[in-house]
């Protein structure tokens, strides 16, 4: 079991940036591969970028891609999601995310935060 907490959510100008991050505590958060997905209401969770185990490698949603950068430090147990040039639309709910590496579900999440962009 894993239990993710997300932070660093809140009301930021376009243009702007933020750095949200995810706790994680329980079992090994090293052993896991982690991403970020966000939610607009009445809307399905979207991706948005992942992490492998170790960092070694990484993948953004089209969207975001160059806007955002997704890191782990694995003794602090925190995943991080660094936001630049924020646009309005990417006013959601942010989760993070982890799974075992060997299947391609996503078994552990947090709770989310907000992230609004004001135009």
């Known amino acids: 079991q894993v239990l993710l907490a997300e932070s660093g959510g809140g009301l930021v100008q376009a243009g702007g940036s933020l750095r949200l991050s995810c706790l994680a505590s329980?079992?090994?958060?090293?052993?896991?591969?982690m991403g970020w997905f966000r939610q607009v209401p009445g809307k399905e969770r979207l991706f948005v970028a992942a992490i492998s185990r170790f960092g070694t490698s990484t993948n953004y949603a089209d969207s975001v891609k160059g806007r955002f950068s997704i890191s782990r430090d694995d003794a602090k147990n925190t995943l991080y999601l660094q936001m630049s040039s924020l646009k309005p639309e990417d006013t959601a709910v942010y989760y993070c995310?982890?799974?075992?590496?060997?299947?391609?579900?996503?078994?552990?999440w947090g709770q989310g935060t907000q992230v609004t962009v004001s135009s």
């Open positions: 329980g079992r090994s958060f090293s052993r896991y591969a």
């Open positions: 995310a982890g799974r075992d590496p060997s299947s391609s579900i996503y078994t552990y």
